[in-house]
């Protein structure tokens, strides 16, 4: 049934095989090896969907490398949430791209620690990065006084609303607790639930909220105390805000029912937003890059506004400040110079940033001190807004804490897996913050949690 | 079996040149065999051994990793979300080993008494299996979505039952919802096994109950499933070691949630290596499962070299007809007709032998 060799012609035709997968491994090899200090420069984006990441290979790749004479950049997509999985993998082979993205300044650190970033303070001196950039949102890349990170794709949590459905209830976004529970009272009684939401597609999404309850209710102030050190999180104020969001989650106003939060995905509460369905939806402002498609179908008109205080001190107009990725120099860049010069590129231009976020809203967010004039008018002027409130509130020190951002990988994968069982009530709100606190700790004193800027008023 | 054959007609005369010709054979078969040995050393062997390594280490996944004795394994011991998870893993075990093994048998002996359409039926039934998982999920979180899902279809037609009820988002209907959806693909597969193995009994055996006067679940009891113990424990192996391994359905549809209520040991893993970055801690907890895999496997291994084997006895379905007379019947018939018969014969026949 098979044709017979003999020991010799397989020893010769073994032989070229081999031959050919080793000639095969080294092209491939070289294919692979990054630039080598060849003038080329290896970057992982985190870009999703063919219409950003076509714009940003024809409007900011070909431009950098027109600019750039000599410098090649190499640019590869991964998926965001596989993206530190990724990078960590490559790493550990001694791979990975020369400029490194990872998904906030708590995981920048763990790469710091292992000495796998280059220090970019003589960068920031060339590219006068101090005088450019937000200096709050630079301070988030320094450790022990070097800089190695740069924030980048910044973001907040904001409450959406479906305009149109308001307008015809004749009411406004809620200013403080109290507006919003009647308003959240009085939409339910209609049969529209007060708040799309859902983490079916995502647990960890449900981190949003307890962010949001804590630095609307609790305060910025109280967290920059906590995650300081100076209080612990089991203090009352951190766990009335976990017993006022699983009120509110008991009583439906998220998502229609405790198991509908459990269940929802994203799809199908942006699309109870956009047909009415739901009259509000908390969410970071990267949904501004989607929530037209949600919108249009229905004809509804939309809007943003600022969180409110759910207790008397907190700030009136606070913005989350969340950091969805940071750029680093991979410290066995062939080519640093070209790296930092696509850092520098990217983030420090700001005519230039302008443009990409008006033409991608969320994917280019640069920690620049914009204002609503700096952008093209061809924008939507509520993204423009929200851009530059944060910016504004960023500057003046007017902002909060986010999980992702601000809390050490370990508290945070803590919050996400634990306050669900607040919800389920299996552990109380006490005991969820009692575990916070002893989590917290743990990573405190391991040096994990990331560098805590402080907000102006505390 | 060539080989074999070649050696026997070999005379002693021919000792020499058959015994360079075979030693030539088994060169060509090993230096065949050398890369896939390569391949598996390093894609299996190193990172186990990696993997056995890092499981007595404190690793973030970067950096060095630092050696901590026998600690992770202390924690597992310890850690009472290892433990929920693994009691799921059990759950996921026992609904397997039940409900699409008793749908595979019962829809592969049906499918087997007709022959019209029968080929329809049989690529129907194995189409969710060959379809990836992410496509499977997503279609049955839609069709079970409380919103645009089958229960608001059906209050919308006057059946309300279902209406409203989040199978993923409920605590006590998670864990089960998931593994129905994961049952919906795996079952098609379990059928079409029996259904081979169906085919491969000998008719004349099923003829031979008849004339016992066996009625059809008589025939099904005493020999459909003797006839198939061999794909029956393969099927029963199989379905505990992906059982203790479950990771896809699992993580597509819920992440282990709501609070934990579907986590397995796969998506703890998963968790613990790469949301919380205790990559030496995940190490511990593969291998305990791994174990556990193994200890399933050897107990298996050990039993049927100890010639225990899955045997329905007919003493409870024998009502109406005379088992015993059945059984030595039988033996009689097919002792040398065919593989699988033998198979049946060998425990019929120790059967027979048994003190009357």
Redesign the interface.
């Known amino acids: 049934m098979y044709a017979q060799i003999s020991r010799r012609q397989f020893l010769a035709r073994g032989g070229k095989a081999a031959l050919g997968v080793g000639l095969a491994g080294s092209l491939l090899a070289g294919c692979g090896s990054g630039g080598g200090g060849s003038g080329q420069v290896t970057y992982w984006s985190n870009l999703t969907g063919s219409g950003p990441q076509d714009y940003f290979k024809k409007n900011i790749v070909k431009p950098f490398e027109k600019a750039n004479k000599g410098t090649d950049l190499k640019v590869s997509f991964q998926p965001p949430d596989q993206m530190d999985r990724l990078v960590r993998t490559a790493l550990q082979g001694g791979e990975g791209p020369d400029i490194i993205m990872t998904p906030g300044p708590a995981y920048a650190q763990e790469y710091i620690d292992a000495n796998l970033f280059a220090e970019l303070d003589d960068y920031s001196d060339q590219y006068k990065w101090d005088d450019k950039l937000l200096g709050r949102a630079l301070d988030l890349g320094r450790y022990e006084d070097k800089l190695y990170a740069i924030p980048y794709q910044l973001q907040t949590m904001l409450l959406y609303y479906n305009k149109t459905l308001f307008e015809d209830k004749g009411m406004q976004p809620p200013k403080n607790r109290d507006e919003l529970e009647s308003m959240a009272e009085e939409l339910q009684g209609q049969g529209i639930t007060p708040f799309a939401a859902g983490i079916g597609d995502d647990p960890a999404a449900i981190e949003w909220f307890p962010t949001v309850f804590w630095n609307h209710y609790s305060g910025p102030d109280a967290l920059y105390q906590a995650l300081t050190g100076e209080i612990p999180f089991s203090d009352p104020v951190f766990v009335e805000a976990i017993e006022l969001f699983n009120n509110y989650v008991q009583k439906g106003w998220f998502g229609g029912s405790r198991e509908k939060f459990f269940s929802n995905g994203f799809d199908a509460l942006h699309a109870d937003l956009g047909d009415g369905k739901a009259g509000m939806n908390i969410e970071g402002s990267w949904f501004l890059a989607d929530i037209n498609d949600f919108i249009a179908d229905s004809g509804d008109e939309w809007d943003w506004a600022p969180l409110p205080p759910l207790r008397s001190g907190v700030p009136a107009e606070l913005y989350e400040l969340g950091i969805g990725s940071t750029l680093s120099v991979n410290r066995r860049a062939g080519d640093a110079d070209g790296a930092a010069a696509f850092i520098d590129y990217l983030t420090a231009n700001k005519k230039r940033a302008a443009e990409w976020m008006a033409a991608v809203p969320s994917a280019f967010n640069a920690p620049l001190p914009f204002t609503e004039s700096d952008f093209p008018a061809s924008m939507d002027q509520r993204v423009a807004r929200q851009l530059a409130a944060l910016s504004e509130a960023t500057g003046k020190g007017n902002f909060g804490y986010t999980a992702g951002t601000f809390w050490p990988s370990k508290s945070d994968v803590y919050i996400q897996e634990e306050s669900q069982k607040v919800l389920t009530g299996d552990i109380t709100a006490a005991e969820f913050c009692q575990g916070l606190d002893e989590q917290f700790t743990t990573d405190r004193k391991e040096g994990a949690v990331p560098k805590i800027i402080k907000p102006g008023g505390a | 079996m060539e080989q074999g054959a070649v050696e026997e007609t070999g005379g002693p005369t021919k000792r020499s040149p058959a015994g360079g010709l075979r030693r030539?054979r088994h060169?060509?078969a090993w230096?065949f065999m050398v890369p896939m040995v390569v391949i598996n050393v390093l894609v299996i062997l190193g990172p186990s051994v990696a993997t056995i390594y890092f499981s007595f280490t404190e690793w973030?996944?970067?950096?060095?990793a630092e050696f901590v004795g026998l600690q992770n394994y202390r924690d597992l011991l310890a850690d009472g979300d290892f433990w929920i998870a693994m009691w799921h893993n059990v759950v996921w075990t026992i609904l397997f080993l039940t409900v699409p093994i008793a749908m595979g048998l019962l829809g592969a002996f049906l499918l087997s008494q007709i022959k019209r359409f029968q080929m329809f039926f049989r690529i129907a039934y194995f189409i969710p299996f060959v379809v990836a998982s992410v496509v499977n999920c997503a279609l049955w979180?839609n069709i079970l979505?409380?919103?645009?899902g089958i229960g608001s279809t059906l209050a919308s037609i006057g059946i309300p039952f279902l209406d409203?009820v989040?199978?993923?988002?409920?605590?006590r209907l998670a864990l089960p919802s998931v593994a129905f959806v994961n049952n919906w693909a795996w079952w098609g597969f379990v059928l079409l096994l029996f259904l081979t193995a169906l085919q491969s009994v000998d008719h004349e055996l099923y003829e031979a109950a008849r004339i016992d006067g066996a009625g059809r679940w008589q025939q099904f009891l005493n020999v459909t499933l003797p006839g198939i113990r061999p794909t029956f424990i393969f099927v029963v192996l199989l379905t505990i070691i992906n059982s203790l391994l479950v990771f896809d359905y699992v993580f597509i549809v819920?992440?282990?949630?709501?609070?934990?209520?579907s986590e397995v040991v796969g998506t703890l893993m998963w968790?613990q290596a790469?949301?919380?970055?205790?990559a030496g801690y995940a190490s511990a907890m593969g291998l305990s499962l791994s174990f556990v895999s193994g200890v399933i496997v050897l107990i298996f291994i050990f039993l049927r070299r100890r010639g225990w084997e899955v045997r329905i006895s007919p003493r409870g379905a024998a009502k109406g007809a005379n088992p015993q007379r059945y059984r030595t019947t039988s033996s009689s018939l097919s002792w040398r007709s065919s593989p699988s018969g033998r198979s049946w014969l060998s425990c019929s026949t120790r059967s027979s032998r048994a003190p009357r």
């Open positions: 030539r060169l060509t230096l973030s996944g970067i950096g060095p979180q979505d409380p919103e645009r409203g989040s199978f993923f988002g409920n605590t819920t992440r282990g949630g709501p609070a934990g209520a968790k790469f949301e919380r970055f205790e």
